[in-house]
């Protein structure tokens, strides 16, 4: 549905556009990019980013930038995610989940238990493979455009940090099916996670379902329609959050007006203004009134500006 732009006054009088985070609850069977679209169409304007990737076949959480706030989005890459997972044991395909070709098959009458006690080797900082149907560049190209071509290539393991990862349903059989709750960092591919925790029990594994419960603490919870969805975006001011709650999980410092007057024009500040700032963390820097101005960072002695909303 097209409607009409209208000004958003809610956090900045003076911008004529509309701007901040909209948090998502993307359905199965469409892409990223589809609910960026349908942003666009919403909101009326074409500066419009999202913050992570989901796949077709996954749901949930996903955060999209409206205006000037898609500078901000890789404050937010870096923030813990939370997934509930559904893998098949026993099958493998070679997308490693539901949407992909059988390339191998065989029992795996494994007990919750053997799960679980398999579990702590995947919690922490570990290696990982990235899977053929990712986004990571090998020689220049996508590995996911290269897997449409029928190709595989060599992909070198990646260090990345799981924080917690949690069985939540079992149900027995040959090929059983195990939910699992994953709480981790920047770059971890649960599909990948899932096939290799059936490697360490002596088979393979797909997911058949996968949903993101949160970024950071932008949530929509775990059961479909607590968030609004691509269709709901005939009302997309009402879910709008501002830049400085959408960054919510960042230091804070509070500014009086000439300070403010410097941040503005992108000066660096002397730490000894403030209390203890956050070592080398994205802070966020606001007002009295909490209207977020600039993204800093502490490099020394200095906090320097990294993006400034002016």
Request: proline fraction near 6%; hydrophobic fraction near 40%.
């Amino acid at each position: 549905m097209v409607i009409r732009l209208r000004l958003w006054r809610r956090s900045c009088r003076e911008s004529p556009l509309p701007e901040g985070f909209l948090v998502l609850d993307k359905p199965g069977g469409i892409t990223s990019h589809d609910v960026v679209a349908a942003v666009r169409r919403s909101v009326g304007i074409r500066k419009v980013g999202h913050a992570g990737t989901l796949d077709p076949m996954a749901t949930g959480a996903l955060v999209v930038a409206v205006g000037r706030v898609t500078r901000l989005i890789r404050f937010l890459l870096p923030l813990e995610k939370e997934y509930l997972a559904v893998a098949r044991f026993g099958v493998a395909t070679d997308t490693l989940d539901a949407d992909g070709e059988e390339v191998w098959s065989g029992e795996m009458p494994v007990s919750r238990m053997d799960v679980e006690a398999a579990l702590g080797d995947f919690v922490g900082e570990i290696s990982q493979v990235p899977p053929m149907v990712s986004a990571v560049k090998v020689g220049g190209r996508r590995l996911y455009e290269l897997a449409r071509e029928g190709k595989a290539v060599e992909r070198k393991a990646r260090r990345v940090t799981v924080h917690s990862l949690d069985v939540t349903r079992f149900e027995a059989g040959s090929n059983p099916l195990v939910g699992l709750r994953v709480v981790c960092g920047k770059g971890v591919y649960v599909r990948s996670l899932a096939d290799d925790l059936a490697r360490a029990l002596g088979g393979r594994a797909h997911l058949v379902e996968l949903r993101r419960t949160r970024v950071g603490s932008l949530s929509v919870g775990e059961r479909a329609g607590a968030a609004p969805g691509p269709d709901d975006l005939g009302e997309w001011e009402k879910w709008m959050v501002s830049p400085a709650e959408g960054l919510a999980d960042l230091p804070a410092l509070t500014v009086d007006l000439p300070t403010l007057q410097m941040v503005r024009h992108g000066r660096r500040l002397s730490t000894d203004t403030f209390p203890h700032p956050e070592e080398e963390r994205p802070t966020r820097i606001l007002d009295g009134s909490g209207r977020l101005w600039a993204i800093y960072r502490r490099s020394g002695t200095k906090l320097i500006p990294e993006v400034v909303l002016n």
